[in-house]
């Protein structure tokens, strides 16, 4: 071969064909890209304590309160209160035979109704228990007294739920005392109340024990208190839109999965039985609108098992969030949340209180199919 | 016009034997003596290639990381280590001479800069599927860059008519160096926590410029003190080459070179050190109060702030530390056919050891025309670390002049109007004038 062949051929050899047209970075990179296309798990973290109260801000709303009230505990409550009579010293003492001796003084029956509004909650699905009446006597002499009488509680249509009697209870000096309490856990309540037969057991010379120089009154009060718990199933579903402005759309996720814990001490089973996708929609006039996206399902009927105070219970939870095969997840504008509210099972302690929390524990996605990033 | 055109050809493609053959002992044969007046040789050595991070679809291109491109295919081309290597020689000056003992001397003056990248497979692997396949090894990922100069003198003595050593002494003088390396660097992914384990040094030296720290210790690369002098040597080493050339018969050549047995230790002036462990598991305790947008923005600072209190070096006490420079194992073998002796046949090997990224080697094989006082040629190819490789090589001389030019390269082409190669890539290029003194 010719020398001068040989490094022609050499040259054709080593350069022609070395520029590869299709690898031409002057057409443009295309710079999206999809990452984690098998799936990426990320832990999120944990939510809560949430309480009811720390939820609902200032507590319960003002038209709430008018009928359930929180306690000091924060249970939620029905109560009421009311005077059963008032006996002024001098008054009694007048009427005692001799008051430089020792007397029994009686009282006149009082008979009342409980204006407590539980009743009213049963077609709710709540009732109360357990349900405590007391009565409050106020002492105003310098020295120790004692009360007897008779209390019967009664139900609808009047059914006596309970009589009990209270014998020569002592009233320490110069001060209110619970003279007597009834607690009882029936599903019957409380409506109407008798008092019977009370009779005050005083010193001798009354007049002279109180500082008031007579006109110190012995009174005789009701509390009625009934701790609220969720007896059966809410009657109907609750339904929440949230309001989100989650523009997913663009990332083309085909498949998340939530899961968590779910530690809760609220006597209540939460049923998550329908999470619809919104997204936003213009109508011909160019109006936007929320509508439900059907091509995305969310795993239905998650439950949250019901607890107690100091003994949450834990249910895990997963929630799948899945685009039909072929298309993605869109922009969400908010979601519309069914939610039923269950009656707790097997809790001891039934008893709804503002401060039981739930907390959302290990909190953790997994992104299938793989995230898309428009462009770097 | 056609000569023309060939002779630049062959002097802009091809790796002359005389300008490569680095062997201390390859001059013991020189009758007279050479002023080089300058030689520039680049290496770049990357065991992958463009091709392997773009990938052609439709009119355009797109990223590994593109939808249309499949995990198997991202991410089977790339290397459990991903290395980028260039490397520059100056040569600026070189002087030889025979003295009256045969006996032949060169002192030279030159530097080399050398830098690189390594990116393990796993990051990548990372991106493209996800966190399924916990924990992932990242210590691999780092990146260096060294700056030096030689001062060298050689050597080179003939034993006898058909065997011949020589040695070089080289006095290494560190200017710049630049290393960030880990000796535990794991990603510990799982559905409820993220780990972070990190063991790394980040060394820069500059002797008189000192990057200032912020009040916490750790380095403030926006805060300097002190005026920075590029002249101001930063490192010192020694190195050794040794060689031999053996003619056993006529025709018949065997040389072999142990070249850069040595290394620099350098001042690290600016020493940092990333180390600790971090682990996420979510966002904690998270109120009705605090799931406000700011509050979560916050607490998301408050991560990033904690993975770089990891990430980010601390200032460590100043520092040397001795690093080998790149070692390169050399042997040539060649044969003047003897019915035309201006023709031979040569087999060559090659070995690159480096302290920093994965060795390259190479063999090759090839033919060489030379006619002495006139010009050199010579075409070889053979496989490497990378792949095949292809190398010319030639030489011209004119009056007392000598111009030599080299190129090597592997298979697999470039990106249109880029040098970018898209294939893993042995890539070098030399050229050099040399006087001859006659």
Known sequence: MHIRHFFIISLLTAFSACQHSEYDT????????????????????????????????????????????????GYLVCQATGPLSSNYVAMISMGLPDPSSPADFSI?????????????????????????????????LTEGVCVSGKLTILGEEDKTLATEEFSKVPMEASTSNEVFRLEKTDEDTFTKFKVENTVLHLPA???????????????????????????????????????????????????????????????????????MILVKQLDEEGKESLVPYEDVSVTPGLTVASGCSGNPVISPLEMVIKAKEGTTIPDIAGLELELKLLAPAGVADKRINLNQSVSFNNLRATVSGGITIPSL | MKKTVITLAMLAFGV???????????????????????????????NVGASAFLFPSGDKLVTGLHSSVSADDF??????????????????VSYGWKDATRGFHTVEVGAKVNYGLSVPKEIFHILKTGTAQSPYDLSALQSFGNLYAEIAYGYALPISETFSVGARAKLLVGMNSVGISARNFTLTTTEDQYRLDMDADIDLTNRNKKV???????????????????????????????????????GFTVSASVLD???????????????????????????????????????L??????????????????CFKWKAVPLNANMNVSYALPFWQKLSVDASCLYTGYSFCAPYWEARGGVSLDFPGLLHLGLSAGSGAHGFVYAFNGSVEFLNFKLYAAFENGIGGVIPYESTPLKANNKSLCIGLVYLIK
Do not use: H
Request: glycine share 12%; proline share 6%; charged share 20%.
């Open chain 1, 26 to 73: 002057s057409r443009g990179i295309d710079k999206e890209i999809t990452v984690f296309t098998d799936q990426v798990s990320l832990p999120l973290g944990d939510i809560g304590p949430l309480t009811p109260k720390s939820l609902l801000g200032n507590g319960l709303p003002d038209m709430i309160k008018s009928f359930i009230q929180e306690d000091e505990q």
């Open chain 1, 108 to 140: 006149p029956d009082n008979t009342g109704e409980i204006d407590a509004n539980a009743g009213m909650l049963g077609a709710l699905g709540f009732a109360v228990s357990p349900q405590i009446f007391t009565l409050q006597a106020n002492n105003p």
């Open chain 1, 205 to 275: 010379s009354i007049l002279e024990k109180d500082p008031l120089n007579g006109f110190g009154s012995f009174s005789l009060d009701y509390q009625y208190k009934a701790y609220i718990y969720l007896s059966a199933d809410f009657p109907m579903p609750l339904n929440f839109d949230v309001d989100l402005n989650a523009p997913l759309g663009q990332f083309k996720v085909q498949e998340a999965r939530i899961c968590t814990e779910v530690s809760n001490e609220i006597p209540l089973s939460l049923e998550v039985s329908s999470v």
């Open chain 2, 16 to 46: 002359a034997l005389w300008a490569q053959d680095k062997n201390p002992a390859g001059n013991a044969s020189l009758e007279n003596g050479f002023v080089r007046i300058g030689e520039f040789q680049r290496f770049s050595r990357n």
């Open chain 2, 75 to 92: 991410l089977g081309g790339l290397k459990a280590v991903n290395s980028l290597y260039t490397q520059d020689d100056y040569n600026l």
């Open chain 2, 212 to 250: 200032g720290t912020d009040p916490d210790g750790y380095l403030d690369y926006t805060s300097f003190s002190g005026k920075g002098k590029l002249g101001i040597p930063t490192g010192a080493g020694l190195a050794l080459d040794l060689g031999l050339v053996w003619k056993p018969f006529d």
């Open chain 2, 261 to 299: 047995l040595g290394g620099i230790l350098w001042y690290y002036g600016n020493a940092g050190k990333s180390s600790g462990s971090y682990t996420f598991d979510g966002l904690k305790v998270l109120s009705t109060e605090e799931m406000t947008q700011d509050k979560l923005v916050s607490k």
């Open chain 2, 301 to 318: 600072k408050d991560v990033g702030e904690e993975v770089l209190g990891v990430i980010k070096p601390k200032a460590v006490d100043k």
